[in-house]
């Protein structure tokens, strides 16, 4: 159980770390999982669905960071607001649930196939290259910025941006990484696509998780649950850390280091999948 508390530890620094980077979270998880993987349960099966849930619901940790760190700013009824801030903040909510919906209702309808098919090394790391190629193609473009703060977002704006997450689904894209480069081309400044993304985390990922333990069909006992719940304190101490540091940077710096480090974790993926070191598993 050491062994495994201390795996749990190492994930949840990974998790806390990539989510909220351009670079995949899922694609870093099941990497470590390959090399780490979990022996909670006495089979490879019972291991690898407490992973597959492990890898969603640890996401709670991050989501209560976001919440911490801006729980003045989305909070409708805080009493340092006056009346026109609190109006302010519950249009940013609705803006916050028009782009959380395309997702929801993909992720709903599409979770088994996307768990089933899209799940792949091949996949990961076609969507890790794609992206990243993406997102340096983004950032040497002439761009034309409309939307220089997240007051200025339009509803139309967010559901666009809710469409670019959709395609987080696919597994290598990163949900921060699918909604920042949305954001980014609909003319978004770095800023407040960044933050938006932040946002936008809290539903869905809070929806993902809550799913993934609604169709969890097997009993973890209280090993389980104290593995999942140090990997879920660990990410939101890393998250609470990573939200500051990742703010500060891109206002001095672009997308470009992530969208290299996106081609070359794509390409480390492709050459461990073809040495046959990550298998057919990777990414299930």
Same mark, same amino acid.
């Given at each position: 159980?050491?062994?495994?508390?201390?795996?749990?530890?190492?994930?949840?620094?990974?998790?806390?770390?990539?989510?909220?980077?351009?670079?995949?979270?899922?694609?870093?998880?099941?990497?470590?999982?390959?090399?780490?993987?979990?022996?909670?349960?006495?089979?490879?099966?019972?291991?690898?669905?407490?992973?597959?849930?492990?890898?969603?619901?640890?996401?709670?940790?991050?989501?209560?960071?976001?919440?911490?760190?801006?729980?003045?700013?989305?909070?409708?009824?805080?009493?340092?607001?006056?009346?026109?801030?609190?109006?302010?903040?519950?249009?940013?909510?609705?803006?916050?649930?028009?782009?959380?919906?395309?997702?929801?209702?993909?992720?709903?309808?599409?979770?088994?196939?996307?768990?089933?098919?899209?799940?792949?090394?091949?996949?990961?790391?076609?969507?890790?290259?794609?992206?990243?190629?993406?997102?340096?193609?983004?950032?040497?473009?002439?761009?034309?910025?409309?939307?220089?703060?997240?007051?200025?977002?339009?509803?139309?704006?967010?559901?666009?941006? &809710? $469409?670019?997450?959709?395609?987080?689904? /696919?597994?290598?894209?990163?949900?921060?990484?699918?909604? +920042? @480069? =949305? #954001?980014?081309?609909?003319?978004?400044?770095?800023?407040?696509?960044?933050?938006?993304?932040?946002?936008?985390?809290?539903?869905?990922?809070?929806?993902?998780?809550?799913?993934?333990?609604?169709?969890?069909?097997?009993?973890?006992?209280?090993?389980?649950?104290?593995?999942?719940?140090?990997?879920?304190?660990?990410?939101?101490?890393?998250?609470?850390?990573?939200?500051?540091?990742?703010?500060?940077?891109?206002?001095?710096?672009?997308?470009?280091?992530? &969208? $290299?480090?996106?081609?070359?974790?794509? /390409?480390?993926?492709?050459?461990?999948?073809?040495?046959? +070191? @990550? =298998? #057919?598993?990777?990414?299930?």
């Amino acid at each position: 159980m050491f062994l495994e508390i201390l795996k749990s530890i190492l994930y949840g620094v990974v998790q806390g770390i990539t989510e909220w980077l351009p670079i995949s979270s899922t694609g870093h998880l099941d990497l470590l999982n390959a090399v780490l993987p979990f022996n909670v349960f006495s089979t490879a099966a019972e291991n690898l669905q407490f992973w597959n849930m492990y890898k969603v619901v640890i996401q709670f940790g991050s989501i209560i960071a976001v919440i911490l760190l801006y729980f003045t700013r989305l909070n409708p009824w805080a009493s340092s607001k006056n009346e026109g801030q609190k109006k302010d903040t519950w249009d940013l909510w609705l803006k916050i649930i028009i782009a959380s919906v395309p997702a929801a209702i993909a992720g709903f309808l599409l979770d088994d196939l996307i768990d089933s098919v899209l799940s792949t090394p091949y996949v990961i790391a076609a969507a890790l290259i794609v992206y990243g190629v993406l997102f340096i193609w983004i950032e040497n473009r002439q761009k034309k910025t409309t939307v220089r703060s997240i007051g200025a977002i339009t509803n139309q704006k967010a559901a666009g941006v &809710g $469409l670019f997450q959709m395609l987080a689904l /696919i597994p290598g894209t990163s949900r921060s990484g699918s909604t +920042i @480069l =949305g #954001a980014t081309l609909l003319g978004f400044s770095r800023s407040a696509a960044t933050e938006f993304s932040f946002f936008m985390s809290i539903p869905v990922m809070f929806g993902a998780s809550l799913l993934k333990i609604i169709k969890m069909k097997m009993s973890i006992g209280m090993s389980g649950i104290m593995i999942l719940v140090i990997g879920m304190l660990v990410a939101f101490v890393v998250s609470v850390i990573v939200i500051r540091s990742f703010l500060k940077y891109i206002r001095r710096h672009d997308f470009k280091i992530f &969208g $290299l480090y996106r081609i070359v974790f794509g /390409i480390l993926i492709l050459i461990l999948t073809a040495a046959g +070191i @990550l =298998g #057919a598993g990777f990414g299930a």
